[in-house]
Structure formats: C-alpha cells, structure tokens
C-alpha cells in the first residue's frame, strides 16, 4: 500500500520536509565534523612521528635511484640482458627459499596446533570458567604483541643461528593470532547444536567436538591457510637476524651492496609468494566450494 503526501495537509507536508532537510543538514554537519577531526588528528600524529612531506619530496630520487642501481649489472648493463649473470646464483638462493617455507610451514603447523588447543578456553561462550579464559586470552595478546622478528632475535640468542629460531618465532606469534581468530569464530557459532548436545548430558569435549567443530572448522582452515601466507612473508626476513632463510642471503646482499644480487633474490621471493598467494586461494576453492580466485 503506497501513501501518497498529497493526502496530507500542505501545513503538515511542509513540516515533513523541513523535519528532512533537517535530519540530512545535521547528517552533513556530523560528518563535516568528524572530517576535520581526523584530519586534525592526522596531522597531529604525522608531526608527532615527524613526517616531513618536504623531506620525502628531497629524499624520494634516493628511493628511485636504489630500484636503478640494483637493476643494473656490474657492467653497467641491465640485469634482464644477461639471466645468467643475474641469477648466478640461483641453486643457493632456491635452498634458501624452500628453507624459508619450510620453517614457514612447520612455525605455521605448530602455531595452528596450539591455537586450536586454546581457543575453546578464550571463547566467552564456551570457556568452561572465566579464570582459564583470562589467562588465555593474556598468553595470546603477549604471542602477538611482541613482534615476530623480535622472538626471533631472542631465540637466536638462546639457540644459536639457523632456522629453528624462526620457526620458534613463527610458531609462536601464529598462537597469539590464529588465537584470538580461532576464539572469535567460534564466539559466532550457532548455539542451538551446543544446546542439543549438552542437554543429553554430553561432556564439555563431546560438546566441543559434535556442535562446535562441524562449525568452525571451515574458518580455522581459511584463517590457517591465510596465516601461512603471512608467515611465508615473515620468514623472508627472519634472517636479517640470523634466523634462517633467504633473508640471511639478502640482508648480507643489501649489506655488501651486490645490487644485482639484491633484485634477484626479491623478485624470486615475490615470485614464491604470488604462487603460494595462488595455490592456498584454489586450496580454499576446493576445500569450501568458493570460486577459484586468480
């Protein structure tokens, strides 16, 4: 049934329309506001953290003379006029590379592992009491508050070079966040299974494994495999403290100013992670019936 404001008196249709303009000159006002408070707090942080916009103008031929220089080859050539000299070599950078996914993979293994086993007790639906829960959610915000490559530098310290110190570092920040993602996933789960369970008596881990898991386990699988992304990322620099990895080969690449050597090693991890990016998007496809992404 549609109503049509010529059945209302002109006196009422007037002050219909004046009621609007109204609401949508406050709506406007308000959103006027908001604008120039975040532009007023941006430009409060960016002095605060001194980003100077006539620093980054002077100094930006630098950064564009770098990407220059590390696309030319000792003889002053380009670097895609001679693969071989450019990818010299490309044996040691490839062990290097399937080091970093491997204590990519391991690290992210572990930390899904042990993000599985806590997040039931972070969960404020189905933490069995609120002191676990607490504590829990504490032990995964320090997991992932402290930086990856800060564990790593800890670790190296303790254990020594080499890659376990990065697939401890991995393994580590990967509980705090696959955590508090795994947590907040099953936080939306539908309660109804839950209930059916528990009112034919069920344990709290038969309740957990009959109406939680059948929920949850496509989004701990998506959120998992996402993680391994990240953390293939995270590892391609794990070695600029000795963790293991290319990123040990390129900090001493970047050190030692082998420009050719520094383009090579980046452009074979771009390589690594856009085909990683590709095969977890088609693992997702086939493992929750999406479209394939591309």
């Known amino acids: ?16 329309e004046a009621a609007y303009d109204a609401a949508v000159a406050r709506k406007r ?3 006027a506001a908001g604008l120039v408070v975040f532009v007023a707090l941006l430009i409060v942080a960016s002095l605060g953290a001194e980003v100077a916009p006539r620093i980054f103008v002077d ?6 003379g770098y990407f220059d220089r590390i696309l030319n080859l000792d003889t002053g050539s380009r670097v895609w006029t001679d693969p071989a000299e ?16 491997l204590l990519s993979y391991v690290g992210t293994t572990i930390g899904a592992v042990g993000a599985f086993s806590l997040n039931f007790f972070a969960a404020t639906n189905l933490s069995p009491h609120p002191g676990p829960r607490f504590v829990v959610r504490r032990v995964m915000e320090f997991c992932r508050t402290v930086p990856s490559i800060v564990f790593a530098l800890i670790f190296v310290i303790a254990f020594g070079l080499g890659p376990m110190a990065g697939v401890l570092a991995i393994a580590i920040h990967s509980i705090g966040a696959l955590g508090k993602l795994y947590s907040e996933q099953a936080e939306n789960i539908d309660m109804k299974p839950l209930e059916g369970v528990r009112s034919t008596g069920a344990s709290w881990m038969s309740s957990i494994r009959f109406a939680v898991l059948p929920q949850v386990m496509p989004g701990f699988a998506s959120y998992t495999l996402l993680r391994f992304e990240i953390n ?23 050190r030692k100013f082998f ?6 090693i980046l452009l074979m991890i771009i390589v690594t992670v856009f085909i990683i990016d590709i095969l977890t998007g088609w693992l997702r496809g086939r493992l929750f019936g999406v479209e394939q992404r591309t």
């Open 1 to 16: 049934m549609t109503i049509s404001l010529s059945s209302y008196p002109p006196q009422q249709i007037a002050a219909l």
């Open 86 to 101: 450019w990818f010299w070599g490309w044996q040691k950078w490839l062990k290097l590379l399937a080091e970093t996914l």
């Open 59 to 64: 100094k930006i031929g630098n950064f564009v």
């Open 29 to 31: 006002l308000r959103f």
């Open 259 to 264: 420009y050719s050597d520094v383009s090579a």
């Open 232 to 254: 293939v990322r995270e590892a391609s620099v794990m070695g600029f403290v000795g963790a293991g990895g290319i990123g040990q080969e390129l900090v001493g690449a970047v």
